[in-house]
């Protein structure tokens, strides 16, 4: 079951029952009133009797006693007013105190009103009755009450109202009401059909939108929310992000395994060309044994050469290994000074021509691991020390919670074109034949400084010169 038609079923359910308990309210409410209404009705009628009555009850009694008498016409019980003209469809009787009709519209045996034995005690215990009985295949509302003469029961006052017009109305409420509510639910239950549909239509959207993503991998797709800012708009804003997420991970995916395709095959490249000339050198010494021990010398260094360079290569490659794999490095204070003025001296004796200045106006404390900073630094220096022919300036300082090292060279400097691929492996610039390298030792440098929670970039201008900078966090 869809949740459409849950929602719609669910909104009608409720509806329906809110129907039911209204009507049934409505009912119970206008049946009472109408009873309450009929039984004042009813009670006035039989008070304005019982006054006539008491009047008929305070005549001097005749001089002989007259027999037990039939029921006689009300005219002749009493000229009084309220005998002669009384509501529509109202009946009324007047009884004896045991019960007996004496009095009648008409006089009419056959006029008595219905009174059980219990009412009759109640009446003679100088109570009011209501009863609801048949008379003549009618339904009746009966009040009855005493008129009571010196702490007496002197008549009993019967006053009836059908209660046919009644129950009539209140059942044509009724069907009123259950029609009534059944059309109100059918019609409640199409616009809930419709409304769900347009409220639930942006979860449709990101259903048909998270389906084409997944068939077509394309996470640059976005839902079109255009709604208020209701659950449903937070879905789809949540939905967007996650989906922008998904994006740049799926973007660093792809372009982690695009630098995997191209450090294999730059691996490969780099490894063929010292392969193939040892290789080459070994089947020239294995076809031409007899040639002069000048060529041979030749060979066997250009063998030594190339061997070097796989050496350097495999060194390389596992050291980046290493990094890449999150090797852990220590993280302890260290004098950086120290550091750098053997770092100097280690990279002056590389080229004792080019002069290094090194300047640091306090005590700084890094942490790190400290064989991880010198080779940063070699990387660096030596870099500096190939793409300049002047002198370098190295200088620190320390910057709130970290400490900046500045290494700068005055060489051509680096295109913008070419400088954001400086980490990039095997990457070696446009000058890449002239300059001896594999490109692997910023990518080094830059896995290093990120193990130990700091940060290297680069700033060069043409013509300029190159400024390294590494942030190492201090100790504090």
Known sequence: MSIRLRFTRLYTLILAVTLAIFGSALYFIQANDTLRSLKLDLSQSASRLAEAALRVASLPPPDAPLPQPSPIPFDQFSSDQ???????REVRRILDESGNL?????????????????????????????????VSGEKMLIYSRPVIVND??????????????????????????VFAGAVVVLIAFGVGWILSGITLRPIHRITQTAQEIGDRRDFARRVDYKGPPDEVGQLANTFNSMLGRLQEAYQKVEHALQMQRDFV??????????????????GLLGRNPDMSHEEETDI????????????????????????DAGRSLAKEPLDLASILDEVRR????????????????QVLKVLGDRDAVKQVLLIVLDNALKHST?????????????????IQ?????????????VFDRFYRGENASMIVGLGLGLPIAKSLVEGMSGNITIESELDKGTTVILELPSVT
């Not at 309220?82 to 529509?88: D, Q, S, V, Y």
């Not at 066997?300 to 990094?323: G, K, Q, Y």
């Not at 280690?346 to 106006?361: F, G």
């Open 82 to 88: 309220a005998f002669r003209t009384f509501p529509e």
């Open 102 to 134: 004496i009095a009648s519209p008409f006089g009419r045996e056959e006029d008595v009103l219905p009174l059980s034995a219990q009412g009759l005690q109640t009446l003679q215990e100088k109570q009011e009755w209501w009863s609801t009985e048949l």
């Open 152 to 177: 007496e029961v002197v008549y009993i006052i019967q006053v009836a109202r059908p209660l046919t017009e009644r129950d009539r109305t209140l059942q044509s409420l009724a069907t009123t009401l």
């Open 265 to 282: 095959t730059d691996v490969s490249h780099e490894l063929r060309t010292p392969l193939t000339t040892l290789r080459g050198n070994l």
């Open 300 to 323: 066997i260094s250009d063998m030594v050469d190339e061997s070097d360079r796989l050496i350097r290569l495999v060194n390389e490659l596992l050291l980046l290994a290493r990094a």
């Open 346 to 361: 280690q990279a002056q004796h590389l080229e004792p021509q080019r002069h290094i200045q090194l300047t640091t106006l």
């Open 390 to 406: 002047g002198d370098i300036h190295i200088s620190a300082r320390e910057q709130g919670s970290r400490v900046e090292i500045h």
């Open 409 to 421: 060279d005055y060489g051509k400097g680096i295109s913008p074109e070419n400088l954001e691929h």
